[in-house]
């Protein structure tokens, strides 16, 4: 049977194109942020917790928003009201950025999927800097564990990416219980290249000599596409760098399962990508230790569960969540 979303709020939204159905409830996620009442209703509607320590730090549960929905960070307090367990922001890059040209988001419903290719699409470092200080001292900052993904600005060549990285690394740490490294975007050219066993090393270095000081909790997002070989060499790298968590994964380039009339360049994710994530998933748990941030095709409490089953610490959602709303939140809690 369908949800309330599925019934009255996704036709409405689909009825948009992709992209502005996506700034129109961003919008308005941004304007509940804002609005102590909705806040409190929409928080009146939560689930019960279901708290988990990871990086030492506590998660009221374990069903995070994933990178990319709330890339410049405006609305936190909602995504925090909806009972996501945490939330990450991002991707951020060190200098604002426009992204590629429109259309650049589209819908497959049929797959139960989408692809986009925005390209870094946000604000900037410094401009989200600013604004989520504003949001600490308006006294709204949530109460669930922000972490903030950060990026290549397309402007920076790859051989100065690292100092890319370290920038927004500097301007954004203070506000971020993790940060993620982002190096598996395929709509950013060259982006991918740095899960190379050398440059993903002097990456790691770099940001954990910057890190030395004031120790932040570290997680590198990968892409569905590695060989083992590759995945082997990562994580070798990780655990030599001390790194806190993988989050696996990423958007794919492999479209082999979209009908070619209805394909499009870009990251596939969504119900095509499930499969192949989780069993990433399972193959980083029985390689390593390092903690697992599962994302890729949870659209029930089925897949969210197989996630755990692989080895998953935590979960997070995209494209179950445009398809199925926030209703997709309560169903997972409500098996956990
Ligand atoms: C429209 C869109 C934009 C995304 N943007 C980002 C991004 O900026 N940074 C990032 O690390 N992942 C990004 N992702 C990837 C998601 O965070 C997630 O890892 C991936 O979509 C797989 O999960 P899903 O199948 O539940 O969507 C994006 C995904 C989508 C669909």
């Known amino acids: 049977m369908k949800n309330g979303y599925e019934r009255f709020v996704r036709p409405l939204l689909f009825s948009l194109d992709a992209e502005t159905a996506h700034h129109f409830t961003i919008r308005l ?26 990086f030492g730090i506590n998660f009221p549960n374990p069903i ?49 999927a ?23 001292e308006s006294r709204r900052w949530p109460a669930v564990p922000v972490g903030i993904n950060i990026g290549k600005s397309r402007a920076t060549p790859l051989e100065r990416a690292t100092d890319d990285y370290l920038y927004s690394f500097r301007m954004l740490r203070d506000f971020a219980d993790y940060i993620t490294l982002n190096i598996s975007s395929p709509n950013t050219p060259g982006l991918r290249e740095l899960q190379e066993p050398e440059k993903l090393s002097e990456l790691l270095d770099l940001i954990g000599k910057e890190a030395r000081t004031a120790p932040k909790p570290l997680v590198v997002k990968i892409s569905p596409d590695l060989s083992g070989t590759e995945l082997k060499a990562i994580l070798a790298v990780c655990e030599e760098n001390g790194v806190s968590g993988i ?6 380039l492999d479209h082999s ?32 230790t390092i903690p697992v941030i599962a994302s890729g095709g949870i659209f029930d409490a089925e897949s969210a569960l197989g996630k755990f089953q692989a080895g998953a610490q935590l979960i997070q959602l995209y494209t179950g969540l445009v398809y199925r709303g926030p209703q997709l939140l309560h169903e997972i809690m409500d098996r956990l």
């Open 29 to 54: 996620l941004n304007g509940a942020s804002h609005f102590d009442p909705v806040l409190r209703m929409l928080k009146s509607l939560q689930p019960p917790s279901k708290p988990k320590t990871l």
């Open 64 to 112: 995070g928003l994933a990178a990319g929905l709330d890339k410049s960070g405006v609305a936190l307090p909602a995504w925090a009201a909806l009972g996501f367990g945490f939330i990450e922001i991002g991707t951020v890059t060190a200098r604002a950025q426009p992204g590629n040209p429109k259309p650049r988001i589209f819908r497959l419903p049929d797959q139960q």
């Open 247 to 252: 989050a696996a994964t990423n958007t794919t």
């Open 114 to 136: 989408l692809i986009n290719r925005l390209g870094f699409n946000n604000d900037g470092a410094d401009v989200i800097a600013h604004r989520l200080a504003a949001l600490r």
């Open 257 to 288: 399962s979209i009908p070619p009339q209805l394909d499009q360049a870009g990251g596939l994710s969504g119900a095509p990508l499930r499969d192949k994530s989780t069993a990433l998933v399972r193959e980083i748990a029985a390689r390593s």
